[in-house]
């Protein structure tokens, strides 16, 4: 059996279900491209006869990607297929994804029909497919929850009626590793025809173990795995790509599989998504979440400075993200220290070190994290009139999506004023105070979140800039959620 496992991507589709995370035509196109520069083999663009904007996308992307085989879904229904085959026409490579209900909690509650006439209907659907396409997948929806003898049946009979691939979903995330493991297992020893097609694994994360299954799945001998960029989907997510790539490649001993993924690829991609679909990624998400390689602790960061090894298993220049971060707080170790102190000019040995590390540790105590210009300024070397501080800002929104904001910055005990113009108050805002400093840096991330309750809430602003390869780390509080933002903006430019 081969090696190689295809990367089916649907980002697009599954992923762009969730609600709030709708794209437009121009910014699908741009993450199809992405997708096509990170490798992947197969892109699932979207579920044509849903809408006409749907149906546009799918065919806009179709001339606009050439590497990956575009593929549309469908329902088990003649007029969904000739809609997807009509969007697909400019595909350089095309696949109809057509499919039903294979469990009886689905034949009986949701389709009110009988498995005889289910499996009428999948074999209708194959065929009629195939006279569009040469490349045809099934899926087997809610095969988590299917009866095993009942699922082989479908699984031959699709094969038996042309399909190429067979996708076994689950659907609602129900299963264990070593459940979906068998369930392939049974399907590769018990399904005549099995090996005239590619076997699919389609998890969702509802109990948090869509990776795990799906690994599971490509073990057992499923040679497909149908994936979301930062795991996005339906109510609890799909698998993530990230994860399922880099756990191949992390047991490659193990699992002797490969993808055709270009990993440094993948944190750029994943901020990408971030970005279009406004969905920001949880802290401590594996891979791509901005603590997945942040060290706090200071027998980690020991570790690790002495080798990177000791406590990541991955090297973050391989996925894209230029270098772990260590973390100040209160749980630091000198080794930490002494490295933030070397970074920013100031290196220091024995009990200078010493001498200083019982300052910072009174410090931290104080404060949750402690950064460069706390350094500076516990050291006498202070910053206070170096970083610049808001002194007023009156923000005016003239229609909708068209705002102006007047701001006016101190710095050097020196005013600073500018207007900036717009398509909210917070791009506004954001827009003048880069006529103020003059840094050319990107937005990567932006987050509000509440943390009192009622109409007076004040809200708490995370963002993310990055200049050239390096991060910066923003906060701000504040009942006003723009002026919040400003200083969240302001505290990240000033750390640069």
């Not at 003059?438 to 809430?457: F, H, M, P, R």
């Amino acid at each position: 059996m081969s090696d190689k496992v295809y990367i089916f991507d649907t980002t697009l589709r599954d992923g762009e279900q969730v609600p709030g995370c709708q794209l437009n035509t121009i910014e699908k196109i741009e993450v199809a491209k992405a997708l096509e520069e990170l490798g992947v083999d197969i892109l699932e663009a979207g579920f044509p006869i849903s809408s006409p904007g749907d149906f546009k996308s799918v065919v806009e992307i179709s001339k606009a990607v050439r590497k990956p085989t575009i593929c549309a879904l469908t329902r088990a229904v003649k007029k969904d297929i000739e809609v997807a085959a009509d969007a697909l026409k400019f595909a350089q490579k095309a696949r109809i994804h057509t499919g039903i209900g294979s469990s009886d909690i689905h034949i009986i509650h949701k389709l009110k029909t009988t498995r005889e006439k289910i499996l009428e209907k999948a074999a209708m659907a194959t065929k009629y497919a195939r006279n569009f396409v040469d490349d045809v997948e099934f899926f087997c929806e809610d095969a988590g929850r299917a009866d095993l003898e009942f699922l082989a049946k479908m699984v031959e009979t699709v094969i038996a009626s042309g399909a190429t691939v067979v996708n076994i979903p689950d659907t609602t995330g129900y299963c264990l590793p070593e459940q979906y493991y068998e369930k392939i297992a049974y399907l590769m020893n018990n399904v005549p025809n099995i090996d005239k097609a590619i076997l699919s694994c389609h998890c969702h994360n509802d109990l948090g173990m869509a990776t795990a299954n799906s690994i599971s799945g490509l073990r057992a001998g499923a040679r497909q795995v149908e994936v979301t960029v930062n795991g996005i989907g339906e109510r609890a997510g799909n698998t993530s790509l990230e994860e399922v790539v880099m756990t191949m490649r992390a047991h490659h001993e193990t699992l002797n599989l490969h993808t055709g993924i270009n990993i440094k690829k993948i944190y750029p991609t994943s901020r990408l998504i971030t970005r279009l679909m406004r969905m920001p990624v949880q802290p401590n998400k594996a891979i791509v979440g901005r603590n997945a390689f942040a060290h706090s602790s200071g027998i980690h960061q020991d570790g690790v400075l002495k080798n990177r090894e000791n406590y990541e298993i991955i090297d973050p220049h391989d996925v894209g993200i230029p270098e772990s971060l260590i973390v100040l707080t209160a749980r630091s170790g000198r080794a930490a220290l002494k490295y933030r102190l070397d970074k920013i000019g100031y290196p220091v040995e024995g009990e200078e070190l010493d001498t200083i590390y019982e300052k910072f540790l009174n410090l931290a105590d104080q404060k949750k994290e402690i950064y460069d210009e706390d350094l500076l300024d516990m050291l006498g070397h202070t910053k206070d009139n170096k970083i610049y501080q808001i002194v007023s800002l009156d923000v005016h929104n003239i229609a909708e999506n068209e705002s102006t904001a007047y701001i006016t910055l101190s710095k050097n005990e020196q005013l600073f004023s500018a207007e900036g113009k717009g398509n909210g108050p917070v791009d506004a805002t954001i827009k003048a105070i880069d006529k103020i400093t003059g840094e050319d840096v990107k937005l990567e991330e932006y987050l509000v979140q509440a943390i009192t309750g009622g109409s007076n809430d004040i809200g708490k602003v995370h963002i993310q800039i990055a200049k050239g390869d390096v991060f910066y780390y923003g906060f701000g509080s504040d009942t006003d959620i723009v002026y919040a933002s400003a200083k969240a903006y302001l505290d990240a430019i000033n750390k640069l």
